[in-house]
């Protein structure tokens, strides 16, 4: 069941309610790693990506039980086993386990974490950063190793607001001794939400939301109850579908606050939104109007990963889009598969490409070869005519719960094969 087929032309109408956020919940569950005592994670997503940071914290002596509505977490038993297997090689977000096993057992070990299609993924600024607060690292056999004799607090400038690397310095510095600042913090919602958590279990940390954050070491963490906020790149991703196949829907739980590029860029593509108390209702265009230019950026800046989805609207708008990708510099994989579907697409250069619309794309046999290009070739399977497998779809299920339940009861012709 590596595929998904689409049977495209359909518009979707109805309602779909957002899932918990995949990029939130993954440094939250390392996050529990910090207390002793039980956590309560709510609307935590099963996909997995999340899974599979599971079965890790239950390598590392953690308890972890699914309930109702979402993970219960005890990490009393926690020690500095080392992590092995696939679970980290093939998982960019086990990288936040970094941070937060250097904070509770003062070291870690841990296979070199891979890098993946979409880039060279290099850990330099986590690891610069976390050496200035005492830790040493050494690479041995395709191993990293860290371990500090005493972890501390340290006045840190990130030279780029790397998402991963601030959330492995909070993870450390709430259990260093003395304070940390993170100057060129990243700002993205989902460190926003970290800081709630651990603010929650006890931690003091200010400027939330800016790109400074003051952190006040040595807290004793607690365990706390705390609810995941929905999943914006999920609810982008429904977005775009929407302006792409056609119809109206209603995005339920969409975190609209932290959606403004992204509701800015599908307004100017003429999709008409209406936010309200429980969600953003999206009435698409007849076609969507191209954009002369989409860049990415840093948040609040448009999200890199929702670069994908804008692409594949642009293949059937009314006249010419320059796409720039800014964050990565291997991320318009998916730009092959939609040319192979009639898309005018051309690359400028490795980090721009140039799209002429065309009144329809056709459906045929595409490969998946990352996450979010993955899910941007489901949304040409929906307005393409014909049929459209797309293949390599565990990419994909890696941070969607239920993408052809969700897209199906919107009406579309989905079904995963
Ligand atoms: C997080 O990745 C997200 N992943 C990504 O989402 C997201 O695209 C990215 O942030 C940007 O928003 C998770 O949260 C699990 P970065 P991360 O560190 O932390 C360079 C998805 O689809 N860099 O902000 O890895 C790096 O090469 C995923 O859900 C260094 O050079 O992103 C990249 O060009 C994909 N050295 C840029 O910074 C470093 O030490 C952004 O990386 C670290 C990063």
Redesign the pocket.
């Known amino acids: 069941m590596n595929s998904i087929q689409i049977q495209g032309g359909v518009a979707l109408q109805g309602k779909v309610r957002i899932q918990g956020s995949?990029?939130a919940a993954?440094?939250i569950l390392a996050a529990t790693l910090l207390t002793k005592e039980t956590s309560c994670i709510h609307n935590c997503p099963r996909i997995a990506d999340v899974h599979r940071m599971v079965s890790l914290l239950r390598s590392l002596g953690c308890q972890v039980v699914w309930g109702e509505d979402g993970l219960r977490v005890n990490a009393l038993e926690v020690c500095g086993r080392d992590m092995q297997g696939e679970a980290i090689t093939g998982m960019?977000?086990s990288?936040c386990l970094l941070g937060a096993l250097i904070g509770r057992c003062g070291q870690v070990e841990m296979e070199y974490p891979g890098g993946c299609v979409?880039?060279?993924?290099?850990?330099?600024?986590?690891l610069g950063a976390l050496e200035q607060m005492g830790v040493c690292f050494i690479c041995e056999d395709g191993k990293l190793k860290g371990r500090a004799e005493a972890l501390h607090g340290a006045d840190i400038r990130l030279p780029?607001?790397?998402?991963?690397?601030t959330?492995n310095i909070l993870l450390a510095a709430v259990a260093a001794e003395g304070d940390t600042r993170i100057m060129g913090a990243?700002m993205?919602p989902?460190v926003t939400e970290l800081v709630r958590y651990l603010t929650g279990c006890g931690a003091r940390i200010e400027g939330a939301g800016t790109d400074t954050l003051k952190i006040q070491g040595g807290q004793t963490l607690y365990g706390t109850d705390f609810r995941i906020c929905s999943d914006r790149?999920v609810a982008g991703t429904y977005l775009f579908a929407c302006i792409a196949a056609g119809g109206s829907v209603l995005l339920e739980d969409a975190p609209v606050k932290q959606l403004e590029a992204v509701l800015q860029t599908a307004q100017e593509m003429g999709a008409g939104l209406c936010v309200a108390k429980e969600g953003i209702y999206v009435q698409a265009p007849r076609r969507p109007k191209s954009l002369s230019h989409i860049k990415t950026a840093?948040y609040p800046g448009f999200?890199?990963?929702l670069q994908s989805m804008a692409l594949a609207v642009m293949t059937v708008g009314d006249g010419q889009s320059r796409i720039e990708e800014t964050?990565?510099?291997n991320r318009f994989r998916a730009a092959k598969e939609l040319k192979a579907m009639g898309a005018d697409i051309t690359l400028l250069d490795e980090r721009t490409v140039l799209v002429r619309g065309v009144e329809k794309l056709s459906g045929t046999a595409v490969e998946a070869r990352e996450?979010?290009g993955g899910a941007a070739l489901v949304i040409a399977g929906l307005m393409a005519e014909g049929t459209t497998r797309v293949n390599g779809c565990s990419y994909i299920y890696r941070?969607y719960e239920n993408i052809c339940k969700d897209l199906r009861e919107l009406g579309a012709r989905i079904v995963s094969a």
């Open positions: 995949k990029n993954l440094p960019r977000s990288l979409i880039g060279k993924r290099p850990i330099d600024l986590h780029f607001p790397s998402v991963g690397a959330e990243a993205e989902e790149i840093p999200p890199t990963d964050i990565f510099e996450l979010r941070g």
